[in-house]
């Protein structure tokens, strides 16, 4: 299935030459309230095994056999039922969501490593077929997302036409985002991440191509922004600044987001960003893309004082690089660690890599998920 790959993040990991020292991938970090034991991120990745919205074991299992990661992102989670607009991903809006989580969190603990939720709300990007009790999907306004999404019981089908938020649905939707994270607390978790980019919900009301509101959350870029400044301030009342971060994908095309004046990108992100350093979350996380200009990596930096976590098109010897001039204080990659449950370990002793499978990224069940096989010199 290709319905959402974007959601498992292009990074070639390449071999590295033997003579290659790396400095700084495998040492401790500690910045503002992120102590981890290296500085290699496992990135978000959908992954469709939360049958029932629940995670489970098998769930348990594959995020244990990864944590050589200093810091693991889960895959994102919904806040609500109305945001799982994609088939068996997981939710943290009930008890029984809760008492499950904890048992992930419980095994990614007992190897050392730090892991936040992301909490995905997939806004527009939905259909009805995926959302419990036939609700309606919603976004900034009722514009329909180009394109088809994965359905398990319709197959391939297009967007379901979003309903637009009122004011008291964007109230109940930030009261949900808290107390998403609430509960993620409860479930052990370190801390969340707000999913801001991939052209969901949050993103959804960044662009005035999406976002054609009147009203105080439309408009200017200002307003278009207020959302994620709202519900990052609530969620630093809840839980505390510290337990927080946020992904951005500046000037990405994903999940139908049409390009829109690039200074008013750049100025938007420069704005977020110097609004969240002032909340006081613990970082930002960049899916980076060659569409971003240097001057807005720059202004983010400069803006925000806390950690940057750089993520996607990376090789390890890039990697390094941007972690040796200060880009990026961590590094985040995807398939390697889908595919390798020893990814940190493989790439300190430059072993050779698993290939992924592209065919099993969203099935149901074991196969391309915890069955990869660890490398023999480690057995």
Known sequence: MGYFTHNITSNFVCRIKSSYKMKKLFTPFEKGPLKLKNRLVMAPMTRSRAIGNLPNELMATYYSQRS???????????????????????????????KEWKKVTDAVHQNGSKIFLQIMHTGRIAHVANIPGGQLPVGPSNIRAAGEIFTD???????????ALS????????????????NAILAG?????????????????????????????????????RLIVEITGGIAAAIGP??????????????????????EVHQTYAHLSSELNKIGIAYIHLSTNPEIPEKTYDAIRTAFNNTIIYCNGLTLETAEQKLQDNSADLVAFGRGFLANPDFVRRIEKNDPLNDVDFNTLYTPGETGYIDYPIYRSLQ
Do not use: C, M
């Open 68 to 98: 050589g990661a200093g810091l693991i992102v889960t895959e994102g989670t919904s806040p609500s039922p109305q945001g799982l607009g994609y088939p068996r991903i997981p939710g943290i809006y009930s008890d029984e969501q809760v």
């Open 153 to 163: 019981s319709l197959g391939l089908q297009q967007h379901s036409v979003p309903e």
């Open 167 to 182: 004011l008291e649905g964007i109230t109940r939707v930030i009261a949900e985002f808290v107390s998403a994270s609430k």
């Open 189 to 225: 978790f370190d801390g969340v991440e707000l999913h801001g980019a991939n052209g969901y919900l949050l993103e959804q009301f960044l662009n005035p191509n999406v976002n054609n509101r009147t009203d105080q959350y439309g408009g200017n870029l200002k307003n278009r922004s």
């Open 242 to 263: 510290d337990k927080i971060g946020i992904r951005f994908s500046p000037f990405s095309q994903l999940s139908d987001q049409q390009p829109y004046d690039t200074e």
